[in-house]
């Protein structure tokens, strides 16, 4: 069991950048599948960013060049660097984590989330 904490969220205006952690749990953060996902009021929840235990990141199309994924595997964090913030950013982002071992046998580790607002 995995157990993953994010940090980070609040208000800031258009324009402005935020910076979200997640902290994860357990002695192998370094083999885990990462990822941000988010879901604005009255939408589905979708995919922001993802890294790989290995450092391979993807992210979708409308926060490229304005969003950054990382890891520092020393202190079992990761980390959305949020820059150039649009109402459209808005949402409950969420951390998800995967031992690379559990992939193909579960659904991988939900945090609570955290609020992003960001007004126009």
């Known amino acids: 069991q995995v157990q993953v904490t994010e940090s980070g969220g609040g208000l800031v205006q258009s324009g402005g950048s935020l910076r979200l952690s997640c902290a994860a749990s357990g002695s192998s953060f370094r083999l885990y599948h990462m990822a941000w996902y988010r879901q604005p009021p009255g939408k589905q929840r979708e995919m922001v960013a993802t890294?790989?235990?290995?450092?391979?990141?993807n992210y979708v199309d409308s926060v490229k060049g304005r969003f950054t994924i990382s890891r520092d595997n020393a202190k079992k964090t990761m980390y959305l660097q949020m820059n150039s913030l649009k109402p459209e950013d808005t949402g409950v982002y969420y951390c998800w984590a995967q031992p690379s071992w559990e992939v193909g046998r579960g659904a991988g580790y939900w945090g609570q989330g955290t609020q992003v607002t960001v007004s126009s």
């Open positions: 890294i790989t235990s290995d450092d391979n990141r």
